[in-house]
């Protein structure tokens, strides 16, 4: 069973370097290997496979705490960064992430590239292969973008976010997070919030598929118009044995309420349109989250934030540097979880 | 004759890590070395000097084909990658070559940089020499820009495309393509035709040069207002003994019959202005082409295209991903000519 | 005495690979160590310390003489260009500086990131550290822009440009220059004159410092309203034993007789609203520096520009381009100086 490690599936350059856990430490049920050439969404990752996943991904926390944080696994695979959407957090995460396996990484932002001449995205990413990408980060404002990008390249998409679809390395770092502060490690039965614009938000949506996974308690929380769509969803959840299930509520005090972990979203102001909200103002006064509503929660709640934040409107300034907040964990670890996605799907290329 | 391998003009590193053809199957015309500082333009290359460029790219296809593609021929030079116009696959073709040779690359695009400030670009080419720089790839949207950067820099300019003026580093990809691609390797006496926006293309005047050294018998084809200027060049070719002549024409039916490769070029809709066309509905309709037009040609007739494309306008998507259309070929070709560009021009600055 | 050599405060690989001059050769005067976490400008920046960066800065142009410009005193360092500023030469400068010592680069512009999204400076800051990065290279534009970041950070901030407030890294290069090329390499009773709009000028601020600190004769020089809020500084300029004072004046005559060198500064002419001058035309005719004003000066006198320029308007391009002009020499010597802030801030951290 030593063949199960994730060490032994490291692509290039020996696996010394890389010292992941011993494999007596993982779960029985581990899966060997990663069979998915292709990140799109957490809705087809099993709970064994997200396991191997976080499992990496903390083997990954430990390079990134070595003076020189840099390992061989991918050197020599090309790697494109193609975001078609302004971004900070996620672009430098993933390109750290794979420079920091000495990956070759290339940048294309859609403003200052063929892509604003009216390209299609199926010729874009033919010809990104044909520049010799192998691995493609992607981020596009169209839901299923990341899909359709899968259907035409023989190498691995990890989708970066696709328009309100999904962001799965987002939730895969969320749940890294939870893990690593919440006490025991364990989300089962946990009260997890989500708070606020879940209607136009990919981290919702991916966060709804990985949370109920690891069992928690989840609930979305928000103006009735930016949970519209999500109900049949939430009826369906809580049938999958051993997955949590989730519920809507626009009651702001019967969501925090002894919660164990709160995710505020951000307003997506650029998304907004057709008169969903009255104003910022009223919305930072009725679901913004600020002290008085943190004080709902139990003692040792833990706030998130996906970032960037609105501070002042769904997050206030004082809980965002709040001692219980996590916000910048989530940045940090989600370089971790980034190096475990591309080493894990590169080994899928290459086994 | 040893000292005429491309590999003994090796700027840095052990030549044996690039395994370039041997001397001896090189044809007895080929040229000791590379004697050019720059390139602007084809009309200044000889034909020998071409096969030199098309030689030593099939070696840098042979590092590309590696599982770590990257050899140390440009170890501690600086290649600065400025542009003044978007571009994708020019800019990573560039950049991707200069870094599989490991060169020091910055990139410089003119939108988020000084120069939208208002910097000639005479300074721009001194202060970018100052950085370190000793290799500019550059793209600008006037004609002659490359031509005025050459005689400002100390090292090498590579026009990376210059208004409707030149676009070196693709034709010769081209014509890397076409030998590779064509039965028999040869283009003489062959049909090649360049369809569409001839006027504004500075593709079409490259591969003007490029294809009539090569002995092909070239037509342009497009309606007579894309075509404009280009009688008097037409009537004088052919006159270059070896070289191929090359015609006009608007009538499609005739430029396609038995065709041996087809060109077709971006409509470049924003270089329009003038009322040039009617409408790119009916430029579609008349010179767009179609799987119906391409059974005009020979059955193995190649398909090609610059990019990026306007499928549904000058070509089909059935023709684009038509099992004769060549044109990711063209973009992996890319790579290697470029890296074949790189490491001559490299050579004749130390040299 | 031997600890005080900078080389052995190198941070990271052999400190013989940074062949800095022998600590025999250093004025009795220089510090034992850099103490400064931050860069943010030069006031609180003692003499000794500045001649150590100078000092170090000779040494790294000896590094940028060789053939492979690269040392690893940075390796596995991470540095975050983060620009919410056009820029090229400052930007480009720090890149290269931060790749010629080894350390992990990533650049940021603002216009192409979520900072477009109304994030706070202090939220991105806090995100750029959690992301990997030790130091910042910061631009911005409002002044305090830097010691805002400083107070956010547990790395270095290495300021940029903040607003119309300093520049720290150009006045240094500045003073290397100016070193560099004077005869006598001293800048003590040397007459300085900074010509412009000194107004809008980080630049002419950080300058003031540095070159009093070193002892010039300097004057400012230009139309009235663009010397507003001088009067109490240069007043108080002249009182602090060994520095030199500085002069303000509208007479360009008086300011350029027998000047030793001139500093040209741009015209922030994206910076002028409310109608501080008449016309770029009229600013040209009564200040611009050109060959007529420039016999005014001493015959060897220094002219200087810290880019980029509007030829015509504040410096002729006749002055730009001669021999006196040093003007190329400030971009590369800004390499130089980069490299030794970058080293010696790493020093203060690690130290």
């Given at each position: 069973?030593?063949?199960?490690?994730?060490?032994?599936?490291?692509?290039?350059?020996?696996s010394?370097?890389?010292q992941?856990?011993?494999?007596?430490?993982a779960?029985?049920?581990?899966p060997?290997?990663?069979?998915?050439?292709?990140?799109?969404d957490?809705?087809?990752?099993?709970?064994?496979?997200?396991?191997?996943v976080?499992?990496?991904?903390?083997a990954?926390r430990?390079?990134?705490?070595?003076p020189?944080?840099?390992?061989?696994?991918l050197?020599?695979?090309?790697?494109?960064?193609?975001?078609?959407?302004?971004?900070?957090?996620?672009?430098?995460?993933?390109?750290?992430?794979?420079?920091?396996?000495?990956?070759?990484?290339?940048?294309?932002?859609?403003?200052s590239?063929?892509?604003?001449k009216g390209?299609s995205?199926?010729?874009?990413?033919?010809t990104?292969e044909?520049?010799?990408?192998?691995m493609?980060?992607?981020?596009?404002?169209?839901?299923?973008?990341?899909?359709?990008a899968a259907?035409?390249?023989s190498g691995s998409?990890?989708?970066?976010?696709?328009g309100?679809?999904?962001?799965?390395s987002?939730?895969?770092?969320?749940?890294?997070?939870?893990?690593?502060?919440?006490p025991?490690g364990?989300?089962?039965g946990?009260?997890?919030v989500?708070?606020g614009d879940?209607l136009?938000?990919?981290?919702?949506?991916?966060?709804?598929?990985?949370?109920?996974?690891?069992?928690?308690?989840?609930?979305?929380?928000?103006?009735a118009?930016l949970?519209?769509?999500?109900?049949?969803?939430?009826?369906?959840?809580?049938?999958v044995?051993?997955?949590?299930?989730?519920?809507?509520?626009?009651?702001?005090n019967?969501?925090?309420?002894?919660?164990?972990?709160?995710?505020a979203?951000?307003?997506?102001?650029?998304?907004m349109?057709?008169?969903?909200?009255?104003?910022?103002?009223?919305y930072?006064?009725?679901?913004?989250?600020?002290?008085?509503?943190?004080?709902?929660?139990?003692?040792?709640?833990?706030v998130?934030?996906?970032?960037?934040?609105n501070?002042?409107?769904?997050?206030?300034?004082?809980?965002?540097?709040?001692?219980?907040?996590?916000?910048?964990?989530?940045?940090?670890?989600?370089?971790a979880?980034?190096m475990?996605?591309?080493?894990?799907?590169?080994?899928?290329?290459?086994?």
């Open positions: 069973m030593t063949a199960a490690t994730p060490d032994q599936a490291l692509p290039a350059g020996p010394s370097l890389l992941v856990p011993s494999v007596d430490a779960p029985a049920s581990q060997t290997r990663w069979p998915h050439r292709h990140l799109l957490l809705d087809t990752i099993s709970g064994p496979e997200i396991e191997l976080l499992h990496t991904a903390e990954m430990e390079v990134l705490a070595r020189i944080a840099r390992v061989p696994a050197r020599g695979t090309g790697v494109t960064i193609l975001f078609y959407e302004a971004s900070t957090r996620t672009r430098v995460s993933f390109e750290v992430a794979a420079k920091n396996l000495t990956a070759d990484v290339v940048n294309i932002a859609a403003a590239s063929s892509v604003s390209e995205l199926i010729d874009t990413i033919r990104v044909a520049l010799g990408a192998r493609i980060v992607l981020r596009h404002s169209s839901s299923g973008a990341a899909q359709l259907e035409h390249f998409i990890l989708n970066g976010g696709d309100w679809h999904a962001h799965p987002q939730a895969l770092l969320d749940l890294f997070t939870l893990r690593q502060r919440l025991g364990d989300l089962r946990r009260k997890v989500i708070l879940v136009h938000s990919r981290v919702a949506r991916s966060n709804i598929w990985g949370l109920t996974a690891a069992g928690a308690d989840l609930w979305l929380c928000g103006p118009t949970l519209r769509g999500f109900e049949a969803w939430a009826s369906a959840s809580g049938s044995p051993g997955h949590g299930r989730f519920q809507l509520t626009s009651d702001i019967q969501a925090l309420k002894d919660a164990d972990a709160i995710m979203l951000r307003l997506q102001r650029e998304r349109a057709g008169g969903l909200l009255p104003s910022t103002r009223e930072a006064a009725r679901y913004g989250l600020d002290l008085a509503r943190l004080a709902l929660a139990r003692p040792e709640a833990l998130m934030h996906p970032g960037p934040m501070e002042g409107v769904e997050i206030s300034p004082e809980v965002a540097a709040h001692p219980r907040s996590v916000i910048t964990d989530q940045v940090t670890n989600g370089v979880v980034r475990a996605l591309l080493y894990l799907l590169a080994g899928a290329i290459d086994g």
